[in-house]
């Protein structure tokens, strides 16, 4: 049965880089069939796709995010990653990485696997 | 970006009751290859997502089969037939036929 599971800092301090990563296992993050996704939820709140990265590197991003985040893939150690920098308290929440599973090209399909989430709080 | 907007945002439901969730969508979800790609998403209290239903009306593994969806176009419709105590939580909808992914505020379905 496939897992997933964030790792990474819980405090990050505002205008720094937060950094997350997700280790995928029972499943290989080479698959043609998934894309891999981060969510996030702020506290008390509902859910906000920051993000998909295929296999080969291929990404799509939120629009209202782009222009500070960046998802990388290593196959090599069946992980992916999320950068999101110049942070604000606005971005405290739980962080979810996620499986799609592709039902038609590009990335359309259904979210079938998630992680248990890592609260992420932003404060000096 | 597909604002997608569910009613009620709180459901209190009598146990062995049915339960119906709406979900509207501000531009129709079926993607150009005739495909729907709607998901009904149940988070139970401090857990993750988990996912109900896809494609509309497609439950996915191991969903109980008194969850059911439906809809078309823009109206969308996540039915429990008899309400149980384990299916308290809150019920959100997603689309997935045009970037952004985006998702609904949520439903909170709790026992009477």
């Known amino acids: 049965q496939m897992q997933l599971q964030e790792s990474g800092p819980g405090l990050v301090k505002p205008l720094e880089t937060l950094s997350l990563t997700c280790t995928v296992s029972?499943?290989?993050?080479?698959?043609?069939?998934?894309?891999w996704v981060w969510i996030r939820q702020p506290p008390g709140k509902g859910l906000e796709w920051i993000g998909s990265?295929?296999?080969?590197?291929?990404?799509y991003y939120n629009p209202s995010l782009k222009s500070r985040v960046t998802i990388s893939v290593d196959t090599s150690k069946n992980q992916f990653s999320l950068k999101l920098s110049s942070v604000t308290v606005a971005d405290t929440a739980v962080y979810y990485c996620?499986?799609?599973?592709?039902?038609?090209?590009?990335?359309?399909?259904?979210?079938?696997?998630w992680g248990q989430g890592t609260l992420v709080t932003v404060s000096s | 970006d597909i604002v997608m907007t569910q009613t009620p945002l709180s459901s209190p439901v009598t146990l062995g009751q049915p339960a119906s969730i709406s979900c509207r969508s501000s531009?129709?979800?079926?993607?150009?290859?005739?495909?729907?790609?709607l998901s009904w998403l149940q988070q139970r209290p401090g857990q993750p997502p988990r996912l109900l239903i896809y494609?509309?009306?497609n439950r996915f593994s191991g969903v109980p089969d008194r969850f059911s969806g439906s809809g078309a176009g823009t109206d969308f419709t996540l039915i429990i037939s008899r309400v149980e105590a384990e299916d308290v939580g809150v019920y959100y909808c997603t689309q997935a036929t045009q970037f952004p992914y985006t998702f609904g505020q949520g439903t909170k379905l709790e026992i009477k």
């Open positions: 029972g499943d290989s993050i080479s698959s043609s069939s998934h894309y």
């Open positions: 531009q129709s979800l079926v993607h150009s290859d005739g495909n729907t790609y």
């Open positions: 990265i295929y296999y080969s590197g291929r990404t």
């Open positions: 494609k509309l009306s």
């Open positions: 996620a499986k799609l599973t592709i039902s038609a090209p590009p990335a359309r399909g259904y979210f079938d696997s």
